[in-house]
């Protein structure tokens, strides 16, 4: 138990991690029944989030007004930077989802018998929604106190049914969302700088 354990020839964890990382993922998983079941599986269908996601913009264009025109590309750059990183991260890593590891196939309670791509590490969900909440959080004026305990929760949620449903394990919920956290403070720095520099050049004109 000691030495390493290897999951693939690229990706390697100690043996004690991925112990560990599989206990949590088949206590979280085994925790299942009819209603979370429900639950869990449309949090984690990427359309239930649009209506919040329309909200977000509303807030956004609230605070900004026609400013909100700058805020789309960012959003969309971001949001496939997040992608796009978090898929090179699923295939060079090579990890199994817990729902496709052999070892754990039989002891994965499926809903719906959806489990996703092959490889899941890093989890793409929990990237994307880490990043929005954080570049949410951060362009927006401190008075929004209540935003963000609703989007901590939207993130621990996204994050949780992931795991729930046996597509991620506790470390590639994690580590993505330090990816997306990283991601949206460079994004976050770049939006910043986008509206000084517009303001600076309508003051000039003005």
Same mark, same amino acid.
């Given at each position: 138990m000691n030495a390493p354990f290897l999951l693939d020839k690229k990706m390697v964890l100690p043996a004690w991690l991925h112990e560990l990382d599989t206990k949590l993922e088949l206590a979280i998983n085994g925790s299942h029944d009819p209603l979370l079941d429900f639950i869990f599986y449309w949090a984690s269908y990427k359309w239930t989030w649009i209506p919040f996601?329309?909200?977000? @913009?509303?807030? @956004?264009?609230? $605070?900004?007004?026609?400013?909100?025109?700058?805020?789309?590309?960012?959003?969309?750059?971001?949001?496939?930077?997040?992608?796009?990183l978090s898929t090179l991260l699923k295939n060079t890593t090579l990890r199994f989802r817990p729902c496709h590891e052999p070892a754990l196939q039989d002891l994965i309670h499926l809903? $719906? $018998?959806a489990c996703g791509g092959k490889y899941g590490f890093v989890s793409s969900h929990a990237a994307n929604t880490m990043a929005l909440a954080v570049?949410?959080?951060l362009v927006l004026p401190s008075k929004y106190k209540n935003l963000r305990f609703g989007l901590l929760a939207f993130v621990l949620i996204n994050g949780y049914s992931r795991m729930y449903l046996g597509?991620?394990?506790?470390?590639?919920?994690l580590c993505g969302w330090i990816l997306g956290f990283i991601i949206a403070l460079l994004f976050s720095s770049l939006m910043k700088i986008i509206l000084n520099s517009t303001d600076q050049i309508k003051s000039r004109h003005e």
């Amino acid at each position: 138990m000691n030495a390493p354990f290897l999951l693939d020839k690229k990706m390697v964890l100690p043996a004690w991690l991925h112990e560990l990382d599989t206990k949590l993922e088949l206590a979280i998983n085994g925790s299942h029944d009819p209603l979370l079941d429900f639950i869990f599986y449309w949090a984690s269908y990427k359309w239930t989030w649009i209506p919040f996601y329309a909200w977000l @913009l509303y807030i @956004l264009y609230r $605070n900004y007004g026609k400013k909100i025109v700058y805020f789309l590309p960012i959003i969309a750059a971001m949001t496939a930077t997040t992608d796009q990183l978090s898929t090179l991260l699923k295939n060079t890593t090579l990890r199994f989802r817990p729902c496709h590891e052999p070892a754990l196939q039989d002891l994965i309670h499926l809903v $719906n $018998n959806a489990c996703g791509g092959k490889y899941g590490f890093v989890s793409s969900h929990a990237a994307n929604t880490m990043a929005l909440a954080v570049f949410v959080c951060l362009v927006l004026p401190s008075k929004y106190k209540n935003l963000r305990f609703g989007l901590l929760a939207f993130v621990l949620i996204n994050g949780y049914s992931r795991m729930y449903l046996g597509a991620h394990y506790p470390l590639d919920i994690l580590c993505g969302w330090i990816l997306g956290f990283i991601i949206a403070l460079l994004f976050s720095s770049l939006m910043k700088i986008i509206l000084n520099s517009t303001d600076q050049i309508k003051s000039r004109h003005e």
